[in-house]
C-alpha cells in the first residue's frame, strides 16, 4: 500500500464517463424562438460553462486512468529543474477529479524537500501554506478540504515558497488558468503581476490533458503559469 493512503492522499470517488458537450472559448447561446446560434456568451458565463464541463471530464475518469495519469505526471515533473532545485513546496490533496501529486508528495520527502498544503486563513479570503509530513494532524477547513492543523506561527506567505504546485479546472497555451471560482490563488498571489515569471515562487499548474481548450476567456486578475504538467507532458508557456 502506497504511504500516501494513511496521509489524506485519497484518491476522490469516480463516477463512470460522462459523455458531456464541451464549451470552448466561442461557445454560443442558441435562440430559443430561430434555434439558430446566437451572440456570444459573456465571459464570465463561458468561464461558468467551462468549470462545469471540465469538472464532469476530469471525475468521470476511472481509478485506473487516475492512478496512471499521477504516475505519467509524476515521471515528467520530478526530472524538471525546477522541481529538482526548489526546497520549499506548496502543493495539494487532490479532490473533485484533481490529478493526484501524491507520488511528487512522497519524491519530495524523500529528496528532502519540505511540502506545504493551502490553508484557508480564517475570515480571509487568501489562503497561506502550512508544512505537510508524514506526521501531520489534519483538519477540515470550512469547504470540507483537509488541511495542515498547525499554529499561524507556521505558516507561510506563497511568496516564502521555491515552487507551487497548483490544481486547476482548465487551461490553455499561454499559461492561463481557470479555478474552481473562490479566486483564492489569485488574490493570494496578485503580487506575481508586478514581477518576472522568473521569480520565485515558481508556478507550474497540474491538470489532466483533457483539460486544456484553444484559448480561455481571461480576467484582468487571473494570474498567468510557468508551466503547466499533465499526465502527456510539460506544457512550457508563453
Known amino acids: 500500500m502506497r504511504l500516501a493512503t494513511a496521509l489524506w492522499l485519497h484518491p476522490p470517488k469516480y463516477q463512470p464517463r460522462i459523455a458531456g458537450l464541451f464549451y470552448d472559448y466561442n461557445m454560443t447561446k442558441p435562440d430559443p424562438q430561430t434555434e439558430h446560434t446566437a451572440e456570444p456568451l459573456h465571459p464570465v458565463m463561458q468561464r461558468r460553462f467551462l468549470r462545469k464541463h471540465l469538472r464532469q471530464q476530469r471525475k468521470a475518469l476511472s481509478t485506473d486512468s487516475q492512478e496512471q ?42 529528496a528532502n524537500k519540505k511540502i506545504y498544503l493551502p490553508i484557508l486563513a480564517p475570515f480571509s479570503l487568501r489562503i497561506y501554506f502550512a508544512p505537510y509530513t508524514v506526521n501531520s494532524k489534519m483538519k477540515l477547513n470550512r469547504f470540507h478540504i483537509a488541511e495542515p492543523d498547525v499554529h499561524p506561527k507556521h505558516w507561510l506567505k506563497p511568496q516564502q515558497l521555491d515552487l507551487i504546485l497548483m490544481p486547476l479546472v482548465g487551461f490553455d497555451k499561454s499559461g492561463n488558468r481557470l479555478g474552481m471560482g473562490g479566486g483564492f490563488y489569485d488574490r493570494s498571489l496578485n503580487f506575481m503581476h508586478f514581477r518576472n515569471r522568473a521569480f520565485k515562487p515558481y508556478l507550474i499548474g497540474l491538470a489532466h490533458e483533457l483539460q486544456k481548450v484553444d484559448r480561455l476567456p481571461v480576467q484582468t486578475h487571473d494570474v498567468p503559469l510557468k508551466i503547466i504538467a499533465t499526465e502527456l507532458q510539460l506544457h512550457i508557456c508563453q
Open 69 to 110: 495519469h499521477a504516475l505519467a505526471l509524476n515521471q515528467h515533473l520530478s526530472r524538471n529543474k525546477l522541481f529538482k532545485r526548489s526546497k520549499r513546496i506548496g502543493a495539494y490533496l487532490a479532490a473533485d477529479g484533481e490529478i493526484d501529486p501524491s507520488y511528487l508528495i512522497e519524491g519530495a520527502w524523500l
